[in-house]
C-alpha cells in the first residue's frame, strides 16, 4: 500500500475560484512533486520541492503554486481556475538514486472538477 | 511538447498473449527509464525500470528492452493475466532531475480471460 496520501479525493470548484490541495510524503522521502493528470492522458509534472523550496517546475503558470512543510507534507494551491484545469492532480514523493533520479512513489489523487 | 511517444494507445491481448508496448524518446539527456502501471482510481506504480547501459531488463512476466541508438524502450509482458489489465506508462528522466520526469501518453491494456 502506497505511503502517500492525498486530499480531498474528490472536489468540485467553479471557474475563478482557488483550490488547495494536500498531500502526506512517504516517511523519509525528502522531495515531494505534483502532477496533473488530465483524463486518458499521462501525468505532467509541474513541480517539485526540496527541503521546503521549489527546485524544478514544468510548464505550468504561476498560478499554480506550492509548499513543502518539514513534517514532509505538502501542498499544491490553484488559483484563478480554468475549465482546463480539471483534471487528477498527483503527488509523488521521492527515494533519491545514487545518480540523483528519484524513485517515485504517487498518492492516489485528488480530482478536481472546474465548472 | 511530447518528448515521450507511447503506441499503441490500447491493446487487447488473449490470457497467456504476450503483450507489448513501445516508446520513443527525443531528449537523449534522457538515463532512466521506467514503466508505471496504473488502475482506475489509483495512482500510478512502479513496475520495472531500466538505465541505458543495460539492453534488457527482466523481473517475473515483466521486460524492457531498450535500444539506445533507435531512441526506443519497450515493455513486454509476458503470459499475460486478466489481472493485468490496467493503463501503462512509459516514462523517462534526465540525471538530478530528482522527480521530474517525461510520462508518454498510456496505452491501456485490456486481457481476455
Known amino acids: 500500500e502506497t505511503g502517500v496520501t492525498q486530499s480531498p479525493t474528490h472536489l468540485i470548484k467553479t471557474r475563478g475560484q482557488q483550490v488547495t490541495l494536500r498531500c502526506s510524503s512517504q516517511?523519509?522521502?525528502?522531495?515531494v512533486s505534483w502532477y496533473q493528470q488530465a483524463l486518458g492522458q499521462g501525468p505532467q509534472f509541474i513541480f517539485q520541492?526540496?527541503?521546503?523550496?521549489?527546485?524544478g517546475r514544468g510548464n505550468f503558470p504561476p498560478r499554480f503554486s506550492g509548499l513543502q512543510f518539514p513534517n514532509y507534507s505538502s501542498e499544491l494551491n490553484v488559483n484563478a481556475l480554468e475549465l482546463d484545469d480539471s483534471a487528477l492532480y498527483l503527488c509523488a514523493s521521492g527515494q533519491p538514486l545514487h545518480s540523483g533520479a528519484n524513485v517515485l512513489t504517487f498518492g492516489a489523487g485528488s480530482r478536481l472538477t472546474v465548472l | 511538447q511530447q518528448q515521450v511517444k507511447q503506441s499503441p494507445q490500447s491493446l487487447i491481448v488473449q490470457k497467456g498473449g504476450i503483450s507489448i508496448i513501445n516508446c520513443a524518446y527525443e531528449n537523449t539527456a534522457f538515463d532512466y527509464f521506467p514503466w508505471y502501471q496504473q488502475f482506475p482510481g489509483k495512482g500510478p506504480a512502479l513496475l520495472i525500470a531500466i538505465r541505458p547501459d543495460v539492453s534488457e531488463k527482466k523481473e517475473g512476466r515483466f521486460t524492457i528492452s531498450f535500444n539506445k541508438s533507435a531512441k526506443q524502450f519497450s515493455l513486454h509482458i509476458m503470459d499475460s493475466q486478466p489481472g493485468d489489465s490496467a493503463t501503462y506508462f512509459c516514462?523517462?528522466?534526465?540525471?538530478?532531475?530528482?522527480?521530474?520526469?517525461?510520462f508518454g501518453g498510456g496505452t491501456r491494456l485490456m486481457v481476455k480471460p
Open positions: 516517511s523519509g522521502h525528502n522531495t
Open positions: 520541492y526540496y527541503r521546503e523550496e521549489e527546485n
Open positions: 516514462a523517462a528522466s534526465t540525471n538530478n532531475a530528482g522527480n521530474m520526469l517525461t
